[in-house]
């Protein structure tokens, strides 16, 4: 796995490279927590569609407090609820990796966040979070065997876990977690391409594209996993085209690129069922992107 076979400076030494993949994980995390069947999972669902509506974030930011506090409630009285438990999963780890600035208080928030997820997908599969401290080799057997029943369930306990990683991100042990976080984003894609309108494929584009060629990085195959993921959406997901952008068109030292993709994102229409406060702030990042002196 390229991620950890090549060496990287250390964290005094560079930014965290990573960190863009993980904001990401912050919109992933909000989204698909909208199909349930009880009334109170549907209630959890239609707040959780109305954040993802919200074109103020500031009110996202400010309100998600009441919202954490209402599921933690409802899984109390249903600790074994699937359904909740992905829920509150998601929106913990929004909650710790996008708007929290303090670091022990985001790890604490990630930590919950991921003991739900785990919750949600071990209950099917136990095999799965028995082998997770395991070697690579002896864990992605289990993920492998992970059908379309548990996907949605997967895909939370990926997330949930890779956001984990980013509030440990000085840790190079968490770090070296991540070609499992990635391997389990390609069975989402093996099992479903277009899950979550492709976002699956966006993040697997940033994973690839962290590093040049020269360093083991793979930009082509991340490019590819780009221009998917703007298909399956069909351009609605305005924050790929950012990525694409920020990651493989600088990445490459392709202006032309780069800047028809910002340039189309600014003149998008955001407003689209539970991307728009994704897309809100992507436009932002937009402009802050075509503003800087990166070429």
Not at 5 to 28: C, G, H
Not at 103 to 128: D, E, F, H, W
């Amino acid at each position: 796995m390229y991620l950890i076979q090549n060496k990287i400076m250390s964290p005094v030494q560079r930014p965290n490279p990573f960190k863009p993949f993980f904001f990401l994980l912050t919109l992933a995390m909000l989204a698909g927590c909208s199909s349930f069947a009880s009334r109170t999972e549907q209630m959890a669902g239609n707040i959780s569609r109305a954040m993802l509506n919200q074109d103020d974030p500031d009110i996202v930011r400010t309100g998600a407090p009441a919202y954490l506090l209402l599921l933690d409630g409802m899984i109390e009285g249903n600790p074994d609820d699937r359904a909740l438990l992905i829920a509150g999963a998601r929106l913990y780890g929004a909650y710790a990796i996008g708007l929290v600035k303090d670091a022990a208080r985001s790890i604490r928030l990630s930590t919950k966040a991921r003991n739900y997820a785990r919750r949600a997908l071990c209950g099917m599969q136990p095999a799965v979070c028995e082998h997770e401290t395991r070697p690579f080799r002896e864990f992605a057997p289990y993920v492998d065997e992970i059908g379309e029943e548990d996907l949605k369930a997967l895909y939370t306990y990926g997330t949930s876990w890779a956001g984990w990683i980013q509030t440990h991100s000085g840790d190079w042990e968490a770090l070296a977690d991540l070609p499992k976080v990635e391997h389990i984003l390609q069975r989402i894609i093996t099992l479903e391409p277009k899950h979550d309108r492709g976002r699956a494929q966006l993040y697997l584009g940033v994973m690839h594209t962290q590093l040049p060629p020269a360093m083991g990085g793979k930009p082509e195959v991340g490019r590819a996993y780009f221009e998917r993921a703007i298909q399956y959406s069909n351009g609605s997901d305005l924050m790929a085209k950012v990525e694409f952008a920020r990651r493989y068109a600088r990445l490459v030292f392709d202006q032309p690129l780069h800047d028809r993709l910002l340039k189309e994102v600014l003149k998008a229409e955001p407003v689209e069922p539970e991307l728009t406060l994704s897309n809100i702030l992507a436009q932002q990042q937009a402009r802050e992107l075509l503003a800087d002196d990166y070429f």
